[in-house]
C-alpha cells in the first residue's frame, strides 16, 4: 500500500533528457498506413453475407482509421513535451514562436493537399455515380465547387475536400494547450495526472467535446515518461506479448463498435500503453521499426496521411473508368483489395513529392528565419512580455510522497 502511495503522489522528471526516438516516428508511419487501409476497405458495398463483407469487417476491426488518430494524438503529446522540454526560458514570443511553427508544420501541407483536391475535381472527376459503393464513399465529392468551400477548408471550418482534415484541426487547438499542458505535467504527481484525464473525459463525455479528448490524448502522451516505472515492469517479461495484447484489445473494441470517441479513456490508455512501450523498451522486439522501408513511411507519415483521401478517390475514378461495372459487381473483394494496393502505391509517392518539396523546404524557411517575425520583436523587447515558467528548471527529481 505505501509503495503505490510513494508512486501515485511522487514527482519525477517528466523527460530526463530530450532524444530523438526514431521507433516512434515509424510507428506514426504504420499508422499511417492503417488509416489509407481502412478507408479502402470502407468503399464498396458487399452482400449481406458473402465472404468480402465478413473479409472486410475483420481487415476494418484491426485496421481501425479512429484508433490510429487516438494514436497520432497520443504521439503528437509525447513527441511536442520533447519539443519543449529542450526550451528554457519560455516567454510570450517563444509561445508564438512555438505556435507558427506548428501552423507552418499543419497548414502549409494541408493547404498543397486542397489545391491538388480542388485541381482533380475541375478537370480529371468527371463522374457522379459509382454503382456498388457504400453511402459513405458515395456521398464523397457530390457538390458544386466554390470559392466559399474552398476557403471554408482551408480554415478547417469544413471537411468535405478532405475527410482528414477533422483531425488536423483537433491538432492545432492541441497545439495551442501544449504549453500549458507542460506548465502542469512538470509540476504534478502522478495521481493528480489521473485526476486530469478523468475529469477532462468526464466534461468531454459529458459536453460531446471532441476537443477535449483530443487534449486528453495530447496529455496522455505528454505524460508517459512519467510512467517510465509502469513500462519497465513490462519490459521485464515479454514485451512483444503485451504490445500484441493491447494492439488486439483494441481491435476487438473496434469490432464491437466501441468508437474513439465515445470511449476515449479506454482507447487513450491503450495508445499510451503501446507507445510507451516502444518509446521505453531496449530490447530487440522492435528492431522491425528500423527496417528502412518502415522508417521512410515514418519520415513522409504526415504527408502520406493528407494525400491518401485523395488518391483512393482518383484509384476508384480510374478503376470505373476501366474495369466495366458488371466485372466490378462479381468481383468487389477483388476490386478492393487491388485499390488499396494501387491507392497505396500512389500515394506514398504523392506523399514523398509533398514531404520533400512542400514540407521540408517550408520548415527550413522557418528554421532559416527567413520568415518575417518582425512582428513579434515589439512583443519579445517589451518589459510587459508574459513570462512563462523555465521548463528545464521545474523539473524535479523524485521526491517524497504527500
Known sequence: MNQWRYFLFSKPKLFDESRFYPRLESFRGIAAVIVAIYHSFMIFKFGDHSFGRYFSKIVITFFHGSASVVLFFVLSGFVLGLSLNKKGAFNLQAYIQFILRRLIRIWSTFVISIILTCLYLLFFYNYKVTPYTTGWFFKKYQFQLTYKMILENITFLNTQLNSNSWSLKLEIIGSFCMPFLYCYAVRSRRFFDLLLIVMLTAIGKYCS???????????????????????????????????????????????????????????????????????????????????????????????????????????????????PIGLIQQHLLTATIVVTLVHLSISIVGAHCLHYWVEIPCMELFKKKKLSLRCLEAISNSKSSIELPAFNAISEDTSNAG
Open 209 to 323: 467535446q471532441s476537443i477535449l479528448f483530443a487534449v486528453n490524448m495530447f496529455y496522455m502522451g505528454l505524460i508517459i515518461h512519467k510512467w517510465q516505472p509502469l513500462f519497465n515492469a513490462v519490459s521485464q517479461h515479454r514485451t512483444s506479448f503485451f504490445f500484441l495484447f493491447f494492439i488486439c484489445i483494441n481491435g476487438l473494441l473496434n469490432f464491437g463498435k466501441v468508437m474513439a470517441w465515445q470511449n476515449s479513456l479506454i482507447l487513450g490508455g491503450l495508445a499510451f500503453l503501446i507507445v510507451g512501450i516502444i518509446a521505453n523498451s531496449t530490447q530487440n522486439e522492435f528492431k522491425w521499426l528500423d527496417n528502412k522501408v518502415i522508417i521512410y513511411l515514418g519520415k513522409i507519415s504526415y504527408s502520406l496521411y493528407l494525400i491518401q483521401f485523395l488518391m483512393m478517390t482518383l484509384t476508384v475514378n480510374l478503376l470505373y473508368r476501366v474495369i
